[in-house]
C-alpha cells in the first residue's frame, strides 16, 4: 500500500472513529474531537500530496474549528 492509500484509510479509522465516539459514548467528549482532528489532518495531508483543492479547504475550515472547540473544550 502506497502513502496516500495509507493517509486516506487511516483518516477514514479517524473519523469513523469520531462519529461513533460522538453518537455512542458523548460521555467521552472532546475525544471525538481529537480523533476528528487526527482524520482531518490525514485528508489534509493527502490532499496536499494529490493537489485537490476543494477537498484542502474542507479540510482545512474542519481542522480549524475542529481545533476552536478542543481549545473550548480544554481551554
Same mark, same amino acid.
Given at each position: 500500500?502506497?502513502?496516500?492509500?495509507?493517509?486516506?484509510?487511516?483518516?477514514?479509522?479517524?473519523?469513523?472513529?469520531?462519529?461513533? /465516539?460522538?453518537?455512542?459514548?458523548?460521555? $467521552?467528549?472532546?475525544? &471525538?474531537? @481529537? %480523533?476528528?482532528?487526527? #482524520?482531518? +489532518?490525514?485528508? !489534509?495531508?493527502?490532499? /496536499?500530496?494529490?493537489?485537490?483543492?476543494? $477537498?484542502?479547504?474542507? &479540510?482545512? @475550515? %474542519?481542522?480549524?474549528? #475542529?481545533? +476552536?472547540?478542543? !481549545?473550548?473544550?480544554?481551554?
Amino acid at each position: 500500500m502506497n502513502l496516500n492509500n495509507t493517509l486516506q484509510w487511516t483518516g477514514t479509522v479517524f473519523l469513523v472513529t469520531m462519529y461513533v /465516539l460522538m453518537s455512542f459514548f458523548p460521555e $467521552q467528549h472532546p475525544w &471525538n474531537i @481529537v %480523533a476528528g482532528l487526527g #482524520g482531518g +489532518a490525514c485528508y !489534509l495531508t493527502w490532499n /496536499l500530496r494529490v493537489h485537490n483543492r476543494p $477537498q484542502m479547504i474542507v &479540510n482545512g @475550515v %474542519a481542522l480549524t474549528i #475542529g481545533a +476552536a472547540g478542543l !481549545l473550548r473544550a480544554w481551554g
